[in-house]
């Protein structure tokens, strides 16, 4: 853990996504502390529907075959993060289910705990599921959202410019 980090805002702003890895494995009670943020994640209706597949260099073969970049295929953790719609909270009043959101929030909190432990992350969603789900054994009824390469990454995280869009245009006063 970095001790000079001291707040919230100076750990976003080091977040960034990282694509090389120095190959340094993580160390396994910082990667608990990781696990223990997808657990303690917040969901709707607290249904937890979600399932993460975990794979190290010992038995990461399968999804190697399923990644395209290098990079990613360097990390020394890719986490396989699942959502199951059945399990998770639909929205009465429009149908809408929530596993995906779900899954998108556990990310991220565990995101912000790695870029505190100097760990890297990238979401990859540019994969192939229903070639995961294969090779990894996932049932049908189980949606594959995405793959998390993380890692140590090549040069530290600290904060850089990022292009966004201005706050103007994403920010509606009163309405839109
Ligand atoms: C839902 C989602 C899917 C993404 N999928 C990919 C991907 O397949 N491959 C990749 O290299 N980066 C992927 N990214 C990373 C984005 O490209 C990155 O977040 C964006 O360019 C902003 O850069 P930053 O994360 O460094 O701030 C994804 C990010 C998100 C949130």
């Known amino acids: 853990m970095d001790a000079k980090l001291t707040t919230f805002y100076e750990l976003y702003d ?13 160390e396994p009670e910082v990667f608990a502390r ?4 997808l657990q303690r994640a917040q969901s709707a209706a607290n249904r937890q529907p979600l399932h993460f597949v975990i794979a190290d ?10 990644l395209t970049k290098e990079g990613f ?6 986490i396989v ?5 059945k399990q998770a909270w639909t929205r009465k009043a429009d149908g809408v289910n929530f596993a995906w959101v779900d899954a ?5 909190e565990m995101i912000g705990a790695a870029t505190a432990e100097g760990i890297g992350a990238c979401w990859v969603a540019a994969i192939d599921p ?10 049908g009824h189980i949606d594959v959202v995405a793959i998390i390469a993380l890692g140590y990454p090549k040069t530290d995280l600290v904060r850089e410019e990022k292009t966004r869009k201005q706050l103007t ?8």
Do not use: M, Y
Request: net charge positive.
């Open 130 to 139: 229903q070639a995961v789900r294969v090779s990894l054994n996932i049932p």
């Open 81 to 85: 993060v699942c959502a199951d719609q």
């Open 14 to 26: 080091r977040r960034k996504s990282i694509r090389d890895f120095d190959g340094r494995p993580i």
């Open 169 to 176: 245009e994403l920010i509606h006063n009163g309405r839109w």
């Open 57 to 66: 260099n010992a038995n990461r073969e399968p999804l190697n075959a399923c």
């Open 34 to 37: 990781l696990l223990a943020t």
């Open 104 to 108: 998108a929030i556990a990310v991220t």
């Open 73 to 78: 295929k360097a990390a020394p953790l890719l």
